[in-house]
């Protein structure tokens, strides 16, 4: 029983050891330590009421611009 402990204890080292050598600090230009900002999460969309809509689509999508004749 001790052997499957260990294992199970080693596998979870293991995996989140991993996770930490892939994390990078924020650094800045000059390379000091900084604060990492967390990306933003888009806000739904809403009407001028206050209520959701469906939201618009982005200026870059990847639709073929068509030129002009």
Not at 6 to 24: F, I, N, P, R, W
């Amino acid at each position: 029983m001790s052997f499957r402990r260990l294992s199970v204890a080693a596998l979870a080292v293991m995996a989140l050891g991993a996770q930490m050598a892939h994390a990078k600090p924020c650094r800045d230009d000059k390379g000091k330590f900084t604060k990492c900002e967390a990306p933003q999460k888009p806000k739904p969309c809403r009407d001028a009421k206050g209520k959701f809509t469906k939201c618009p689509a982005p200026a870059s999508s990847t639709a073929p611009a068509t030129a002009p004749k």
